[in-house]
């Protein structure tokens, strides 16, 4: 079996969880896993039982209001630090000597990766930029894009954790969740959350959606839920105050958090909205406003940034209506295709 280095992004957290559901299929195969990551990302899975090089640096984009900007700035802070990663990732990769390099939207392990002859694989739900809004913006995203999908073609397996039809390298698997671990009542009494209503809002892994939680907070009274907690997952700034209010910081189990809630509210990440799927939860996604991913992902459930306004209505509409639980297997499709390549040939569809 393989010896592989898996590379995540530090930017959130949703990467680093459905990184840790995928190396556990891949280590009950036989496989050696073992990871580079950066930053709170790196904690996490290290918090998680797993052992991991704190190596790789990517900045957070800019948000303010509730709105992504300076992305001209951010993109070059990108580049900047990739080239600062790339020098400990060759040494990683050197003294490791892998099989394979598999990457959950982190570059340097893809790109040293090709130049030592190494197979690659590289996992994305976001395939597509548009996060430029000026001129400067547009321009070096232009050739970003170029780069991200020559990057994109080139790699010996695409990993998409979503639904879809593969092909050549590109192969979807579906959803990588975590599997829920506690019953609602043992999730509430281990947390010491109250019996009751409970609405769950869950920030941005990479600490972003402060101002949402407080409109969230603000709603829930004012859309007529008396006795409902609002519990707030993530945040790492000022602690969020208020009646009913549990601010727990970042937790390493929010699947359960989100099996528990009557609703979750959060910005559009694409882990929380697929663990809220997969527990049935119903859920409330306002996008950070001009942050593409965000914004795709929230119009796929029909929201938009401009639905912050109404929360009281949404919370009113959307609480305790629970749809059946979805079962998702995504980590196993994956596991499958990542090993096919460990005979020594490209993983791929026609």
Known sequence: MP??????????????TRSLVLSQELERSGAEVRFFSGGRAAE?????GFGVDDIVEDPVPHVSEGEMSRVALWYVRSWIANRRTIPRTRRLLGAYSPDLVVCDEEFSGIVVAEELGVKRVFI???LALGFARTWLSRKIEGRVDRWYRGLQES?????IPESGESRGNRIFVGPIVRATTKSPPETKSSYGLPE???????????????ELALRVRDAIPTAGLAGVSLV???????????????????????QNLVAAADLVVSTAGKSTIDEAAAAGTPIIVIPIRYHAE?????????????DAKRLPELVREMFGRRQPPRRFVGEVEARRAILSLDGGGTARTV
């Open 196 to 210: 009751g209503g409970m609405v769950l809002f869950a920030t941005s892994g990479s600490g972003l959606g402060r």
């Open 294 to 306: 965000q914004e795709r992902n929230a119009a796929a459930l029909g929201y938009t940034s401009a």
């Open 44 to 48: 996490f899975i290290q918090e998680g």
């Open 232 to 254: 707030v997952t993530g945040n790492r700034g000022p602690r969020i105050d208020g009646e009913a209010v549990y601010d727990l910081g970042v937790v390493l189990d929010n």
């Open 155 to 159: 790699v010996d397996l695409l990993i």
């Open 3 to 16: 010896r592989i280095l898996y590379g995540v992004s530090p930017i959130g957290l949703g990467h680093a």
């Open 124 to 126: 994305a739900d976001e």
